[in-house]
């Protein structure tokens, strides 16, 4: 069974970067895709920035530009970690940052929620202008 496990969220002033990492352990194989997602109070998830197995990325339009998603594999292959690396942020970029994985996204669904089938706890990201 897949286990996710962020870290690095925080408060920061606007303009400032941070950076969230997200360890998955006990899947089988790396054939997998890891993204991003967030939720401000009142708002739905949003995808932020997904990764498929042979890295293509994909992201959101605001973030472009800001955001880099990236990965690696434990040298025993037993763990991935995926980090979203955030640049120039936002106060609208306020909000828990969420880790999910699936198997067998397309390009197409990668941003999309409902792709996924394993999430993360969340880790609060908050932005201060």
């Known amino acids: 069974q897949v286990q996710l496990a962020e870290s690095g969220g925080g408060s920061v002033q606007a303009g400032e970067s941070l950076r969230l990492s997200c360890t998955a352990s006990?899947?089988?194989?790396?054939?997998?895709?890891m993204g991003w997602f967030r939720q401000a109070p009142g708002k739905e998830r949003e995808g932020v920035a997904a990764?498929?197995?042979?890295?293509?990325?994909?992201?959101?339009?605001s973030v472009l530009d800001r955001f880099t998603i990236s990965f690696t594999i434990s040298k025993d292959n037993t763990e991935k970690t995926v980090y979203l690396q955030m640049s120039g942020l936002r106060p609208e970029d306020t909000g828990m940052y969420y880790c999910?994985?699936?198997?067998?996204?397309?390009?197409?669904?990668?941003?999309?929620?409902?792709?996924?089938?394993?999430w993360g706890q969340g880790t609060q990201v908050t932005v201060t202008s």
């Open positions: 999910a994985a699936g198997e067998g996204i397309s390009w197409w669904e990668l941003l999309r929620s409902d792709a996924y089938v394993t």
């Open positions: 006990g899947y089988p194989d790396s054939i997998y895709c």
């Open positions: 990764i498929d197995y042979v890295k293509i990325t994909k992201y959101a339009d």
